[in-house]
């Protein structure tokens, strides 16, 4: 029993409680019953990334250990749009765009969880059903003072910025979806604290016991500032090509190396310890980005994959070539550059197109193009790069 803890103790930013969780495993051992973790998946992108691996893979910890994954998809919820940690109303989506999504989910899923001990539930279920009678008795167990103890809704109404009613229901019906599955733990990232404290409330005002929450520290974006998340733009998906994901992890800033080696990698202490002394030594930080890049890539492709990716991003970033494979777009004489990037994906946005126009991070044949409405006029196969890792080959259209 103290291993099991122990293992599923390590790399947990805070346990609310321990002790718990100590009696809910001596409990699930000797009722030969298996614990119900519960997790949230967020639903507003069909990708899942590095810092959301990071509450999957403890997941599987307890799965290894014979507990059952219980995944929630939001799709009840996102049509709220979670508030945590955002400076302006979420989106909100449909069910459609949430449906979608979870297709892709479940195709990532499983390359980190067992799908033999994984159940996978739409809050939709129970939240739906309770009708407006339902709601208000919801309501009833939660004050409008303990809601906005979020640090989110208090800075926003500190700067004037509306909170919508919506967005104080959000965290109500995402801790009743632990009442409705029963949950005994719940995992999350430390930004979902109050979230998670909800659901252990609510669990007592309906007369269970409450589940036990796991804070997982939350993984850096690509950037440094922010947490990675698809809302930022700022992330590294585990289906990503491996060049890509190479490219990207060798971006990140210095300061996150540790980080990235512990959340991303899952080095074990050994390994963060040493990673530590080259870092005081002055070792330079390109090579301990590149062993921990490699390390990622082999996680979720191969040895092959990584080595090729490396020797890709020495080429193109070390030595300014091209790589072996890049996409060719026939483009019709008169075309704007914005456009022609735009429709084929080499940016998420017209808006981004423009901006990397302007800083200069555009390029045909090495040449640099700064102005937006640059017309293309090809008369031979050219490169195009965009930003520091996208390349297309133009052909005459």
């Not at 321990?18 to 949230?40: I, T």
């Not at 080259?278 to 492709?301: C, F, I, Q, T």
């Amino acid at each position: 029993m103290a291993e099991e803890l122990a293992k599923l103790m390590r790399g947990v930013q805070e346990c609310v409680t321990e002790e718990e969780l100590r009696a809910k495993l001596d409990a699930a051992q000797k009722d030969a019953r298996p614990l119900r973790v519960k997790l949230g998946i967020d639903a507003t992108g069909p990708e899942i990334h590095l810092g959301f691996a990071v509450p999957l893979r403890k997941l599987r910890e307890f799965q290894d250990e014979g507990h059952t994954a219980v995944l929630i998809v939001g799709d009840f919820t996102a049509m709220i749009g979670d508030p945590s940690g955002q400076s302006k109303t979420r989106p909100q989506l449909t069910r459609e765009e949430v449906e979608a999504n979870v297709v892709r989910y479940e195709q990532q899923l499983y390359r980190i969880l067992d799908p033999k001990r994984t159940e996978i539930r739409y809050n939709s279920e129970w939240s739906e059903a309770l009708g407006t009678r339902g709601v208000l008795e919801l309501l009833g167990k939660y004050t409008v003072s303990q809601i906005l103890q979020r640090e989110d809704f208090s800075k926003r109404l500190d700067a004037g910025d509306p909170v919508f009613l919506h967005e104080l229901l959000y965290p109500i019906f995402q801790g009743y979806d632990s009442v409705a599955v029963e949950a005994d733990v719940e995992l999350g990232g430390y930004d979902q604290r109050l979230n998670l404290i909800v659901g252990r409330e609510l669990q007592r005002s309906f007369g269970q016991p409450p589940q036990v929450i796991m804070m997982m520290p939350l993984l850096e974006g690509l950037s440094g500032t922010l947490k990675m998340s698809k809302s930022y733009n700022n992330y590294v998906g585990i289906e990503e090509p491996p060049s890509e994901m190479f490219g990207k992890l060798m971006s990140i800033p210095d300061r996150l190396i540790e980080q990235y080696f512990d959340l991303a990698a899952c080095a074990d202490e050994a390994k963060l310890e040493e990673v530590r002394k080259r870092l005081a030594s002055g070792e330079n930080p390109r090579d301990l980005k590149a062993e921990m890049a490699r390390m990622v890539v082999v996680r979720y492709h191969s040895e092959d994959a990584a080595h090729d990716a490396e020797a890709e991003f020495n080429k193109v970033f070390a030595k300014g070539g091209v790589p072996d494979e890049i996409p060719e777009i026939a483009v019709a004489s008169g075309s704007k550059l914005v456009d022609v990037i735009t429709a084929n994906n080499l940016t998420s946005s017209k808006g981004e197109a423009r901006r990397l126009i302007q800083q200069g991070a555009v390029s045909i044949e090495g040449d640099k193009i700064t102005d937006i409405d640059h017309v293309l006029s090809i008369a031979s196969p050219v490169v195009l790069k965009v930003g520091k890792r996208r390349f297309a080959r133009l052909l005459p259209g």
